[in-house]
């Protein structure tokens, strides 16, 4: 492996985006909900104030893997905090050091950006990312359980709150 390079994503890696997040996806056995279009990509982390954040690892000129990341708020520490929303390294790149590099760098955009905290969930079959988030001393968050809204339930409870004037 040569040296590694973490660059921001430009639009120009828009299908390599994709292809990243259709691999995740296989790899976490949800290749059918990936719904995300070239233009969905353009238009949320492209824009002119894109709330989302990519991240691209090179190994030399070879794309090894993505970071797509977000800010997110915390009332109790009243900070801002970093969400790791995806993070992928090819199979055969794995255990090399990209994902690792990929966290650093990461943690570094926490700690300018001043965050009380760096945050992101795994699927709890996912055992080498596991083994790999333990080593690296995080630490999971069991007290707490996530919730989701999508599809028709979301619709749902929009339609029932009044539109603001």
């Known amino acids: 492996m040569t040296a590694l390079t973490i660059r921001p ?3 120009e890696d828009t299908d390599l985006i994709l292809y990243f997040v259709r ?4 790899y976490e056995k949800a290749e059918h909900e990936v719904l ?3 233009e969905h990509v353009k238009r949320t982390l492209f824009c002119q104030n894109p ?3 990519g991240l691209i690892c090179l190994d030399g000129d070879i794309p090894v893997g993505f970071a797509v990341y977000f ?3 915390s009332t109790w520490q009243g900070q801002h905090g970093l969400y790791l929303e995806d993070l992928y390294i ?3 790149q ?3 050091g990209a994902g690792k590099a990929l966290l650093q760098h990461l943690a570094r955009i926490a700690v300018e950006k001043d965050c009380g905290r760096f945050e992101w969930s795994v699927l709890d079959w996912n055992t080498p990312s596991i083994e790999f988030y333990d080593s690296l001393d995080a630490k ?6 996530r919730y989701r809204l999508t599809g028709a339930p979301l619709q749902a409870l929009a339609g029932a709150v009044p539109t603001s004037k």
Not at 23 to 26: C, P
Not at 140 to 145: A, F, N
């Open 9 to 11: 994503a430009t639009a």
């Open 23 to 26: 691999e995740l996806a296989i």
């Open 36 to 38: 995300a279009t070239p």
């Open 51 to 53: 709330k989302v954040f």
């Open 71 to 73: 800010f997110n708020y």
């Open 90 to 92: 090819s199979p055969e």
């Open 94 to 96: 794995r255990g090399k």
């Open 140 to 145: 999971p968050q069991s007290e707490w359980i």
